[in-house]
């Protein structure tokens, strides 16, 4: 059979099934429950010491003089970087609620060299509602409520204005984590991405791209017209993401998007195409 036959025969049975409510109602359970395997193939965890995260961090610290934690929360991100280094580091960490940003203060304010900004990043500055879960600090979003929430106007920069206010003109690596608004804080930060003056960047995905009207193949697309290399995060090291099999599969992920002189990051870490 030829390929153009092949392709007709597909089409009819896709328009013959397409008529069926039953069929219908199969790929839709079918499709939700494929993408809850992407998931699992895709992410080990969202612990930090599992999902890759506290891998690339063990291996970059020492070659890490300045940093940016954009979603800080608590520190637990910073804490780890802090435990690989053997010398101070110059960060800043955003952290929009008011009583997260207590706690991360008392937690990481004994460190030399770390600044703290209570205030969310995006695109532009500006004001926004921020929804907090009362019962988990992890969940706290500039895009969705989760469950019951409460509501806080919080000021919001973008990395290309705030940090001018530190005369940082380069950092060595930045990690977002802002339950949906990471795309948004990257197109607040093009100067530096246009510079290639960011070593490494990484962000997570996940369903709440979906409200936030953000796309991984969007964010991949503008990380690479800016030199960057994306590739997934996983516990064992670095994947290219064949993204045509998977689409917008908006599920938990990180990804690390590589500039040109930290490529050598990848040396025992690439894994191949997933």
């Not at 965890?45 to 291996?59: A, H, W, Y």
């Not at 969940?139 to 929430?149: F, Q």
Request: charged share 20%.
């Amino acid at each position: 059979m030829s390929e153009g036959i092949y392709r007709e025969s597909v089409n009819a049975t896709h328009k013959f099934l397409g008529k069926s409510n039953i069929f219908n109602r199969i790929a839709i359970s079918l499709y939700f429950h494929t993408k809850r395997i992407f998931k699992h193939h895709l992410s080990d965890s969202s612990d930090i010491s599992k999902n890759g995260e506290e891998l690339i961090v063990s291996l970059a610290a020492k070659k890490i003089g300045s940093f940016v934690d954009v979603g800080a929360n608590v520190g637990d991100w910073t804490s780890i970087l802090l435990k690989y280094s053997d010398s101070p580091k110059k960060g800043i960490l955003y952290e929009p609620s008011p009583t997260v940003f207590m706690t991360l203060k008392q937690k990481l304010s004994n460190h030399q060299g770390l600044s703290f900004r209570q205030v969310a990043v995006g695109e532009d500055e500006g004001r926004a509602t921020l929804h907090e879960n009362p019962k988990s600090t992890n969940v706290s979003s500039l895009i969705s409520p989760r469950g019951s929430t409460e509501q806080t106007e919080v000021d919001i920069v973008s990395l290309d204005k705030d940090l001018l206010n530190f005369n940082i003109e380069k950092i060595d690596f930045l990690k977002i984590d802002t339950e949906g608004y990471d795309f948004q804080v990257l197109k607040g930060a093009y100067e530096f991405l246009k510079r290639q003056a960011i070593g490494l960047i990484q962000f997570e995905y996940s369903h709440n791209w979906i409200p936030a009207s953000s796309t991984l193949k969007a964010a991949m697309n503008y990380l690479e017209s800016c030199g960057y290399e994306v590739l997934l995060l996983k516990s064992d090291g670095l994947y290219s993401l064949n993204y045509g099999w998977y689409g917008e599969y908006f599920q938990y992920s990180n990804f690390l998007a590589i500039s040109p002189s930290w490529s050598w990051i990848k040396e025992d870490l690439y894994r191949g195409l997933i």
